[in-house]
């Protein structure tokens, strides 16, 4: 028997085949030899070389064996070898394809494990940030003041000077704008340079969303304004040249002064418990006429001045009494600005400071915390 290792490499004579069946035995064993090597594919490399090695075009076993064995091999031979051969071939071709899919199915196997989402795993934990305390109070108000019939409305940061002073009665050189100072913005001269620009400032309040408010509505109006307002303050412990607001109006052809305090009273009830009193002394805002400033009994020392081990109430400083914002009836000539008949509507404003209102009820002591950003504070009121 010939052997099997460079058989291909030689004619049939050469090898003394020369019967049919030594022929069959001949691919027989090239046959045994090609199933071995195709068992062993277990990689895309493997099968590669399997692929060149057996039915590769240029020197191929199969190649090999059509020039060698077929080609020059007897006449009489000839048939029964061509015959083999193709059987071979086919066979051959065979072993290639089922490789090949072989291997496919392993890949896809591999990519599945490789996918496969475990769901016993534990999953992701993405931190949820939590609303800032001021957004948490500006709700909260927002919701006392939705109970009673009052919208939201919002407004622009930055206003005309008509807005933020003088269509709420507070003309040029009146002495309340000193303590208004604002940031004014640096507008480019108008395109043909014979007009000067409009200045634009900061507001210094969330009033004139009351001029806004009148000019779109006829009334009634109830409305609330929550937003940011900003004055040329030095930070310190209770001034920022930023903080928050919420402005309040109600206009309607019947409304009194009760109607006034006892919102008012409602909410500040709402806000601090049952069983805070409020007062108002007098104050003076050209927007409103009369003007009161508004008072809460100290909801933490029960209005009483006194600290509950001794000494003097930290928050009231011994007052009983905290002052809480202003307020007032509308001023008839803020009427005047909105087309608004003085003689037949009537109602009240009144100025929250937000800011305030929350170091008083969280017990903190430096407004510039709202500020900062700091998480540790942030998480404090999640
Ligand atoms: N706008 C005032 C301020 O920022 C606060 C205020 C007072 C608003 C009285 C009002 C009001 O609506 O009636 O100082």
């Known amino acids: 028997m010939p052997s099997a290792e460079n058989s291909t490499e030689k004619t049939l004579a050469e090898l003394g085949v020369r019967t049919p ?6 691919f027989a064993g090239l046959r045994e ?20 090695k057996w039915v590769g075009r240029k020197s191929g076993i199969l190649t090999q064996v059509t020039e060698n064995w077929l080609k020059p091999s007897d006449p009489e031979l000839k048939r029964i070898v061509g015959q083999v051969l193709n059987e071979f071939r086919t066979h051959l071709q065979r072993l290639v394809d089922q490789a090949q899919q072989d291997l496919d199915v392993r890949a896809g196997q591999a990519a599945d494990a490789r996918e ?25 108000i927002e919701d006392i003041f939705f109970s009673i019939g009052f919208s939201v409305v919002e407004g622009p940061e930055i206003e005309t000077p008509y807005y933020n002073f003088e269509a709420l009665n507070i003309p040029e050189f009146h002495p309340v704008r000193d303590d208004m100072d604002t ?38 109006v109830r409305v609330i304004v929550p937003g940011k307002v900003y004055r040329r303050d030095n930070p310190d412990a209770t001034h920022s040249f930023a903080f928050h607001q919420i402005e309040g109006l109600a206009v309607d052809t019947d409304i009194t002064f009760c109607d006034f305090t006892g919102t008012i009273e409602y909410f500040v009830k709402q806000f601090f418990g049952p069983s805070v009193k409020t007062r108002f ?41 905290i002052e809480l914002f202003g307020a007032g009836m509308v001023d008839p000539a ?30 903190i002591d430096d407004i510039q915390v709202f500020f900062q950003n700091d998480v540790r504070f942030l998480r404090q009121f999640p």
């Open 21 to 26: 069946e030594a022929v069959s035995a001949l």
């Open 33 to 52: 030899r090609a199933n071995k090597e195709q068992r062993w594919i277990d990689q895309s490399d493997k099968f590669e070389q399997f692929r060149v």
């Open 116 to 140: 496969r989402i475990d769901l016993s795993l534990p999953g992701v934990i993405r931190p949820t940030g939590s609303h800032h305390l001021i957004r948490q109070v500006f709700q909260e």
């Open 183 to 220: 940031f004014y913005l640096e507008l480019p001269p108008s395109s043909d340079k014979k007009t000067a620009p409009t200045p634009l400032l900061l507001r210094t309040h969330t009033s004139p969303m009351q001029i806004r408010t009148m000019e779109k509505h006829k009334p009634p």
């Open 281 to 321: 002394r007098p104050s003076y805002f050209p927007f409103t006429e009369p003007s009161v400033e508004f008072d809460v009994s100290c909801p933490f020392c029960g209005g009483t001045g006194a600290a509950a081990g001794g000494g003097t109430c930290s928050k009231c400083k011994g007052a009983a009494w």
């Open 334 to 363: 803020v009427y005047g600005f909105v087309n608004y008949d003085a003689k037949k509507v009537s109602g009240f404003a009144f100025g929250i400071g937000i800011d305030r209102l929350a170091m008083l009820k969280y017990g």
